[in-house]
């Protein structure tokens, strides 16, 4: 096949999938080794773009860990760990939040405006987005949510933005919390009511054998979601993101996927294929809905 | 490569072509060998559904002289031509507009309207659309265009809808003609001042030696079209052709294409790649950006 | 009474009812007589372009049952009927769908362009707008409505213009079938929530005595209709129109009107009236309503 | 001709100038015998209702001499006058504005209102509408208009009401003057760019012999009215009326009319008629429109 | 303490009123004294005109006793009184419209537009905006509500335009009728579900002894008002005021305050601070909140 | 003077200047010694908050130098300086970035969101806000502006929002640029076509003799300037600076202010006082129109 009809194929294999997404509020959280590596940090600037140019609302979930710790280090600040968080006292915070807004943030949005201004970053405490109060006195400034104002997301969004949303939080006296990623993605997604809610870790999706990357489950609706839990197939540190997705589904999020950021375009191959590459829950009546539309082209 | 890998990295090349013709007009006249082979005229249904989902906002403009032949045939009429053009009586009259507007048009929107309901049929006497006269009253009800009000156009275009035009005017007594639909579309194109006008022919395109379709000419600025005619690299029927070409890129046309409508997905083709597969014809002012922007894959 | 006298005196007794009307959508069936005869085709014309330009939004909706016998005629080709209707194969309905968008159709839009660019044809199968399904394979593509879309309807209303609608419907997968107009008129009329469905037949509407023209019922409620169903002043194939007059008041159209179409004027004469000159049904509340009002003026 | 039939054979006659005046802005100068007499009064407020039924936007401007001089009465206050205009000192003031708000624009305000809720009374002074500055010290506090600010009126026009304005206007300290209404009038047509500015008088129009009601001039343009004055034709006190004329159809407004208000419905004969039954001044270019328009019922 | 220093404490201790009542409507009935003193309607006219200025929406309500009979005494009529209520013959009627709409709106309109164009006089005869009926044949023209129809106030709001609205209501026939201003500012602050409606009276409020204004009582709920009533605290004709209050919380007014007109600035005082000036009235429901948020400077 | 009456009198002395910046847009430059002392910030929030709360459109520009300093200094790193401006290079940049998106950034926001969520921080390089390139090879990712797309800051103006803007741009290729703050407040000033650009700094305005605060100048018009200039009176260091303000004049900002950011809510003083307290510069048509206006509280 020649190439200009391999692009002509290609393009009409994806009709199906742009049509279905069209205008669509799609959330991803952005996150480990997709957001270190250069290359992948490339692809996926160019997939989120991609998605918005081709009709769906993208909307970025960012996180940064492993940059905080790094920006510590170099000054040299050490932290104490309790129940595997890091405690925030107000120097830890001050690092966090400069590193999430004006380092990560930036380069999120720097990567993505090569193709065009479209891209925003939105610190979490901006236009009351965030409502954030302290999880654990003994943490410090370690934030749980307390409240999504989405308003200023949807607002962005009605002007062909994409907000590329940095996870600090604050409470009405202005104090600022860090909050995990993962956490604020699912809440943003569930009070945009968002088709999707797309997780980029560092593996392939839920496996049935933790050890067996064969054993990769695509799809699961929440009650063989929760009879996998039962009879133990899901366990140990899987049960608490499970049952996470869960509770997006039940709160108005169409599908929860789970994907591997370390594969190019991952989120690409996740949305224009049948068959998709990860692993994707959804409600029990959704899932019957895929079932019966599989021979259609949709997921 | 893997079949999804494939699928993303062509989905990445098309990227600057989306974008560039996001919003953007784009007036296709359909006709020849492309409208009557059922296989060619689905992927045409599918190349102009795809154009809208990512975002181009196509306009049909469609004749149908070997359908209403066949119709005359069948009802055992003959016709008398001059000039190589049949003359309208007006028995001929109702029976072109019946193949028109009551079998042509229908054809192609509902080939269409498959992948959603997106076409609808327009007639050129709809709501003031086309207003025409008689070009020579020896021809009959042959009509010439005296005015576009391309309003019907410009709100169907904002519903998100394909308007598929056929090509019968009428002048303000009511009386219809029918009408050359190359004609009709070049006027809805000015008319709407599009980013392009396709024409869809049985030929690639514009040969410097007919006999030779390696002779094939890609591009063509205004001023370069007029070299050729003067010095008879274009010549004989091909002449009104490239003059007519001339004069919507003149009156506000961006770009004139003339593809092969007999290659599979020619319209992607075009649209999507940078070399693109027929001739456009373009303003010396565009010629001259595009040969600038030529790496940055537009055209 | 002078002539400009009497203009004004019918112009001010005409306000209430322009008054009344003011924003209404009242749907037409057109047919029957009132269609082949060219001054009454004129005069209907005039009447709609009029119903518009006094701020009602009027739909029409035809059939075109006798022209399509004719074209058939003039093709050599014959027609089996089964239960009275046409058994309709793909060379009768390519006919069908010829007449009824490319002939009549344009006839009715032409008619009413000559007074101002505002009547757009627009096939049952643009935009989605009626869906169908065989009624009954032995009949071939006669087709039964499964459901309607009055989107683009309500969006050229929104333009002011005058929808005129052919009564071809298609199923999802592209296949047309040809509908009977009457079912189309109702369940467009249902699905826009009119404020009136009008047929326009040959008789002059509901008779007590069907011998006797002078026992014309004006009015009737839903209660008395059946009530004349139940003591036979109904009977034979008046039954199931009334019945399907019924129903359409009880899905939201507020008055349905049985008109004879080859009374010059008769739309303007019912509208612009307090006697009006056929029947009118509405439902027991609405009639007790109109009783109360009869001295304002108001039906 | 039977009545329904008549009914029909006006409302389609009534077609062209319903068409042509859709939208247009009609300022009417109400005045004289007309508001005095109350069956003449109420057929105005029908003609002004059934205007805006039928899609124009009509617009009244009203004096009220004779009823200001009333009250005085009843008050036991004597004016002077001088060069005939009522010496106005605050007193006057005060009592020529509660009858000009509270009494004359109340009777037409509620006269239109029993036919709909689409009158609204509007002083000059509201919202900045009319800008005032006295004419002469002498005269106390009779203005002149400075400036004319159309918003309030056009958002009224636009929330479908008729605004129905007395002529009070005032200066940026808030002190108010009474403005002769015909001023007002010419003003507020001028500043809406109106299509028509309708004078309801005393006497049938512009008399070429002024003692010859049958020496009606039924239309002139600018040129044949300065032709006029220049060859005395038009003389005395018609001379500074004429030239107000021509100077508001200088400003913008397409066609100043001078009407008997003492005919019944005279402003629906006049718009509704081809003849029309006063006089119409334009400008020479519009008035070779309307000398070609002739035949198609335009004025 | 400095002039400049002053005034950026004043305006930032300001500014949580002015966060709380953004975009808020508050009714004002503006009568008594208040009224006929030159210094105090100068400063009431400046203070609507600040709130409108802040982003407040006022709407002013007057009546015009004392005016009224002022003009029926320079016109040598006496009138009779009923209960205390004026019978309201038709020559009474014409004289209480004209001083209400033509002197004492116009005059209220005229001092706010001093400060900008903003302020527009509207009867309640216009545009439908209050409907009455006699409240007793033997009281003429004295009028009760049947309804009002807010429309044309919210769009006069929505224009940020300042409504000064007269307290004639008309009845179907267009009968006018003269109505209490109290149950007219109720009736409209009731249909805009407005934040506020504040009664501008000659007294500070409501007193638990009439006699001793020390006991003025800040702030009341339902609850505790009719608490009052039934232990005789409240009493006499301060009941039916109260009860009226306590009807237009129910019917969807936020808080009704009692405001003593003579206070200079009495509005600004009460709208921005917390102690406030004279009674307020809530729902035992909003009651709570304000004592809760007290601390934050909030009624 | 009470305090309720001492709050009404300074909120109807404030009146005509809220009136007059009413939808005004005002791009305050903040930097210097007012944006690190505690209460002077939150002044600074509390008058940005109020500005936007009376329907002013404020908008904020801030450096953060120092601060940027204080975290290089914390990593042990040092900065090479040319001509007074600090070599940047890429870790510098990071550096830079951090600190004036991810704390000074956030800390002003946080500030002004305590009062209501209404602030939101803007980086440079979102949206294609600020384009930049490198001044100079030498001193590294020193940019300047080459162009600014303010239309994501009208869109967040448009929603009542308080954009915070820190001063980093970007070029095509998505590489950042540390700009000076008061080039780019005058750039986004000019884009936006502001009322006012005002330069928050620590020193009192423009003083004709550097030593003697006595001596500061209050206003100035554009030909003023220059002839300062030219006399010597303004020399050194301010050349430049007055030279940018007469420039961002000449680009359509209708004044320019210099004020000591240092003065408790300096701001407010400035805003809402005749007199001013620091100096503004005009062009020399408005230093006309102040001048007239002087007694009517404008400037």
Same mark, same amino acid.
């Given at each position: 096949m020649s190439a200009p009809e391999l692009l002509a194929d290609v393009l009409i294999e994806a009709l199906p999938y742009i049509q279905r997404f069209q205008d669509k509020i799609i959330v991803v959280k952005y996150g480990g080794n997709a957001m270190v590596d250069d290359k992948l940090a490339k692809m996926f600037a160019q997939d989120i773009v991609l998605m918005r140019s081709v009709g769906m609302r993208p909307v970025v979930v960012h996180g940064g860990g492993p940059q905080i710790g790094d920006l510590l280090k170099r000054l040299g600040l050490t932290s104490e760990f309790r129940d595997g968080l890091r405690v925030t006292d107000a120097v830890t915070l001050e690092v966090a939040r400069m590193v999430l807004e004006g380092k990560v943030n930036s380069e999120i949005v720097s990567a993505m405006n090569i193709?065009?201004?479209h891209a925003i970053g939105v610190s979490?405490?901006?236009?009351?987005?965030i409502r954030a109060k302290a999880r654990n006195p003994e943490l410090g400034f370690v934030g749980d949510v307390?409240? *999504? !104002?989405?308003r200023i997301v949807e607002k962005l969004l009605a002007e062909d933005l994409i907000p590329v949303i940095s996870t600090i939080g604050e409470d009405d006296a202005g104090q600022a919390y860090n909050i995990n990623a993962d956490t604020v993605a699912a809440a943003i997604a569930e009070s945009l009511h968002a088709e999707k809610l797309v997780y980029l870790t $560092? *593996? $392939?999706?839920?496996?049935? $054998? *933790? !050890?067996?990357?064969?054993?990769? +489950?695509?799809r699961a609706s929440v009650t063989q979601s929760r009879e996998m839990i039962a009879n133990g197939t899901i366990s140990g540190g899987m049960i608490p993101k499970i049952e996470a997705c869960i509770a997006s589904v039940q709160n108005g999020v169409r599908a929860v996927h789970m994907l !591997?950021?370390?594969?190019?375009h991952v989120l690409l191959i996740e949305l224009f294929t $049948?068959?998709? +590459?990860g692993t994707m829950l959804t409600s029990d009546a959704n899932a019957a809905l895929i079932a019966r539309a599989q021979g259609a082209g949709q997921h």
């Open positions: 193709y065009g201004p979490g405490g901006a236009a009351g987005l307390t409240a *999504v !104002n989405p $560092d *593996v $392939d999706g839920l496996l049935a $054998d *933790v !050890n067996d990357p064969a054993s990769l +489950i695509r !591997n950021g370390t594969v190019p $049948d068959a998709g +590459i």
